[in-house]
């Protein structure tokens, strides 16, 4: 019986190396070129989608962004006793990562205005985390939201406060 001889070990050349290395390369950059991307692109998205939401044309918008921190710190209907030239009944201000619309319906109960709220504050999210909003109905159920980036501050984050007037 003849004895088997151990073969030799291939060993891969240097440039067949190169080769597997430039392909393991090329297969796993392009997912973290992705994902930079979206780091470095997510918050300007979003920012731009806040900024949207603040239509500054709305009549009352001038007004409550010059109310300041005043807008959360003193939510009373002396603060807001010119908005909508005074005609609201209904008032609220949501700060930061709490949702308008359902303040509103929490607190003065569903009701249609609760459809053209939403239809209003068109974002999936709630409100971002250093804005804030005003969101407020009159006696024939005229409803505005107005929505300030940046009106809010830390002690805004979660504050959702709502208030009546006779109207």
């Not at 979206?38 to 239509?55: G, H, N």
């Not at 009352?60 to 005074?86: C, I, M, Y």
């Not at 359902?102 to 409100?127: C, H, Q």
């Amino acid at each position: 019986m003849q004895a088997r001889l151990p073969q030799p070990r291939r060993q891969l050349q240097p440039r067949t190396l190169l080769l597997i290395l430039g392909l393991l390369l090329a297969l796993a950059i392009p997912p973290w070129f992705v994902v930079a991307a979206i780091v470095q692109f997510s918050p300007t998205i979003e920012l731009k989608s806040r900024q949207a939401m603040e239509r500054k044309g709305a009549p009352d918008w001038e007004h409550v962004a010059r109310l300041g921190d005043k807008v959360w710190r003193d939510p009373t209907p002396e603060t807001f006793q010119s908005l909508n030239g005074g005609r609201w009944t209904r008032l609220c201000v949501n700060g930061g990562f709490t949702d308008p619309v359902k303040t509103f319906e929490s607190t003065f109960g569903p009701s249609e205005i609760a459809g053209e709220l939403r239809r209003l504050y068109d974002r999936l999210t709630p409100v971002g985390e250093y804005d804030v909003t005003v969101s407020y109905a009159d006696g024939p159920g005229q409803v505005e939201i107005l929505y300030v980036v940046a009106g809010g501050s830390l002690q805004a984050i979660n504050l959702a406060t709502c208030i009546r007037q006779a109207g």
